[in-house]
């Protein structure tokens, strides 16, 4: 796959993300897709993705993630995005929603096989996040 294919496929890989439209994810991801938040906490497949994320995607109804860069080379993919959303879902780690608007960047690294995304790595300061939402971190 070219660099240029490797990034429309996660170009809409988060398209669909933004639309909320997890059943369609399976579409982008490899059979054995893994999601790692952090180092060392993986999560399996297109459902282990959902369902760390899912949650995180529902306090914030209506959020945009904006890509401000992409960059790649060979089969990895990273991406820069800007978050921005109001925390008036479901609680945010054990917060009831606050009514407030929050706006952090993430970066994540993604690698592509077979043409698909096999491996999502994420980067986000939660504390940011927190501190947005008035909590004391």
């Given at each position: 796959?070219?660099?240029?294919?490797?990034?429309?496929?996660?170009?809409?890989?988060?398209?669909?993300i933004e639309q909320k439209n997890y059943?369609?994810?399976?579409?982008?991801?490899?059979?054995?897709?893994?999601?790692?938040?952090?180092?060392?906490?993986?999560?399996?497949?297109?459902?282990?993705?959902?369902q760390s994320e899912k949650k995180n995607?529902?306090?914030?109804?209506?959020?945009?993630?904006?890509?401000?860069?992409?960059?790649?080379?060979?089969?990895?993919?990273?991406?820069?995005?800007?978050?921005?959303?109001?925390?008036?879902?479901?609680?945010?780690?054990?917060?009831?929603?606050?009514?407030?608007?929050?706006?952090?960047?993430?970066?994540?690294?993604?690698?592509?096989?077979?043409?698909?995304?096999?491996?999502?790595?994420?980067?986000?300061?939660?504390?940011?996040?927190?501190r947005q939402l008035g909590v004391d971190?």
């Open positions: 796959m070219s660099v240029r294919t490797n990034k429309e496929l996660v170009r809409r890989f988060y398209e669909t059943g369609a994810l399976k579409d982008f991801c490899h059979e054995d897709f893994v999601f790692y938040p952090q180092v060392d906490t993986p999560f399996l497949g297109v459902d282990g993705l959902v995607f529902d306090a914030f109804p209506g959020f945009k993630m904006s890509i401000k860069a992409m960059l790649a080379v060979g089969n990895q993919v990273a991406v820069y995005f800007i978050f921005e959303g109001n925390h008036t879902g479901i609680p945010f780690r054990g917060i009831p929603a606050t009514g407030k608007d929050v706006r952090f960047s993430l970066m994540m690294l993604l690698r592509i096989e077979d043409g698909k995304i096999i491996e999502k790595r994420s980067h986000v300061d939660i504390n940011d996040i927190l971190s």
